[in-house]
């Protein structure tokens, strides 16, 4: 028998919880539909002025867009006139709440993140000579089509020239060696051939004539007042008299007023002597018979002589004049004070002709303060001498013919 038969309500009880189970599976199933893959609804976006959004940061130098927070104290009309408002209509906001926030990377992971220092085991970096090879060629400095320019023949003056540099280049190669006695800077000079004399010069500096020198060193400077107040503390040690000196003078100044034997007994205590005409001649005009120590052209402002004829020069520092210097830095061997020499004076050989005698002459050179002929200023000039003579413009400078 039926229901409607039986006069009873139809029973429902038994569908509805069918229904409801299976909604509830349904609506799981969509949750965890969702929930894999993604798909979950963006929350509504916020109206209200008090959570108004930073607006989204650009992509620059590789940062990831920044996410949108609420801001801190957004402007409130509202609020200007609230309690612990301001001008912008903005009120305080408690500690924490509405700040900024950024999602930000790993600053680490940045592309201008500063460099770490390279690690130990790095291998080193490559030679230069292979960096070199690596570079790219350069592009030339002339254009491709610029012409070429080549020296075919020199002057005269030009090979010259040339042939004084070469000999510059060989001859300022000389070595130096300070001296232990008196702190004197002596001068190497290499043994050679050379012309000594002039044929246009006066009769005693004539004739021209090849002789040969063996190597020697010799004084830079001219002996000072200073080194021979030392001299005269170790002789007067010794029970020896010593050489008078000027008690007005500058230690830096020259000895003067010394004669020939005063001089070689100095230079005998420093263990050399003076040197000989050849060794000067050749200090100063370097085998190539330059006229000057510095060359063929005569400087008057690098030569402490009485060129104008003024009688105004005096006497000066055996370092001044330092253009005047020849090869190897050897000061004043043109003028300043005249300097004694080892050899007497007697004329150049002749052939066929037999040297005269001069009764105790020795030869002086270089010319001084006091000079006014520029021909008496040449590296081939000389001076006759009495060895006892003392001047106020006689000095002299000591040489070495051996190897220290």
Known sequence: MNDATSGQAPNTASRIPRGIALGFVLAFASLGIGYLFGRRAPPPPVADATTATVPEAPAFIGLPPAKARPMRNAPDPVAASAPGGDAFGSRPAPDGAGDIRLDMPDIASLPFTTPRAPRSD???????????????????????????????????????????????????????????MDNAMMVRVEGTSFVMGTDDGPIDERPAHRVEVETFWIDQLEISVDQALRYNEAVAAEGSPGIAIDE???????????????????????????????????????????????????????????????????????????????????????????????????????PGVEPETFASLQVARGGSFMTRDAELLTTHARESVRPGTRRPDLGFRCALDHEP
Request: proline share 10%; aromatic share 6%; hydrophobic share 40%.
């Open 122 to 180: 790095a291998p080193p970096p490559p030679p230069a000579r292979e960096l070199a090879s690596a570079a790219p060629p350069t592009a030339p400095t002339t254009a491709p089509d610029a012409p070429v320019v080549a020296v075919t023949s020199m002057s005269d003056a030009q090979l010259r020239q040339l042939a004084d540099f070469e000999r510059e280049l060989h001859l300022s190669s000389r070595e130096h060696m300070l001296r232990a």
């Open 248 to 350: 007005n003078a500058g230690r830096d100044m020259p000895l003067v007023e010394v004669n020939w034997a005063e001089a070689e007994l100095y230079c005998e205590w420093v263990g050399g002597k003076l040197p000989t005409e050849a060794q000067w001649e050749l200090a100063a005009c370097a085998v190539d018979g330059r006229r000057w120590p510095w060359g063929n052209d005569l400087r008057p402002e690098c030569v402490n002589a009485d060129r104008d004829g003024s009688s105004s020069h005096e006497l000066s520092s055996v370092s001044s004049f330092e253009c005047g210097a020849g090869l190897g830095g050897i000061q004043h061997l043109i003028g300043n004070v005249a300097e004694w020499t080892l050899d007497p004076y007697l004329p150049y050989p002749r």
